[in-house]
């Protein structure tokens, strides 16, 4: 019986230690996806605005490079131009709640990452997109001045 009891402390334990590294992991991945896409987007050039489109270099920014970030790490990837106090969305996998793509719509202004950005600042943590969970990674977009002219999104559904 001493055995029995042992065995199932063990399993209780191995459980518990495991769940943490879920989100953990999840969290990782948000980090490393955020990684890509600003290297795949700083090996273009420089970010920069130009009339109302963001660009990098003299790519003007297109579906590939977040349709390439997700391909790698799943979840969904967006970048953001800035308009004001607002960022839209220039390039994007998200989806609205009708299924059509969420190209042009901004974030939304309850957005726990809106303030941070407009600082200049990243924001980690969860996120609500068009009524879906993420588990998210905001960082800002900055020209050769250092302005921020938009936002780098990540997401992994919760």
């Given at each position: 019986m001493h055995r029995s009891n042992l065995f199932?402390?063990?399993?209780?334990?191995?459980?518990?230690?495991?769940?943490?590294?879920?989100?953990?992991?999840?969290?990782?991945?948000?980090?490393?996806?955020?990684?890509?896409?600003q290297a795949a987007t700083k090996a273009i050039g420089t970010a920069k605005v130009k009339g109302n489109d963001l660009?990098?270099?003299?790519?003007?920014?297109?579906?590939?490079?977040?349709?390439?970030?997700?391909?790698?790490?799943g979840g969904v990837a967006t970048l953001f131009i800035k308009s004001g106090d607002q960022f839209v969305r220039a390039a994007t996998t998200v989806k609205k709640e009708d299924g059509t793509s969420a190209v042009g719509?901004?974030?939304?202004?309850?957005?726990?990452?809106?303030?941070?950005?407009?600082?200049?600042?990243?924001?980690?943590?969860?996120?609500?997109?068009?009524?879906?969970t993420y588990d998210a990674g905001y960082e800002p977009i900055k020209d050769a001045s250092g302005t921020v002219i938009g936002a780098y999104f990540v997401g992994q559904s919760k």
């Open positions: 199932a402390w063990l399993l209780a334990l191995s459980f518990i230690t495991l769940l943490p590294n879920v989100p953990l992991a999840q969290t990782d991945n948000v980090k490393k996806a955020m990684t890509d896409l660009y990098f270099g003299e790519l003007k920014v297109a579906p590939d490079l977040v349709n390439a970030v997700v391909k790698a790490h719509t901004p974030l939304a202004a309850d957005s726990p990452a809106l303030a941070k950005l407009n600082n200049g600042e990243p924001f980690y943590g969860d996120a609500t997109v068009f009524g879906k």
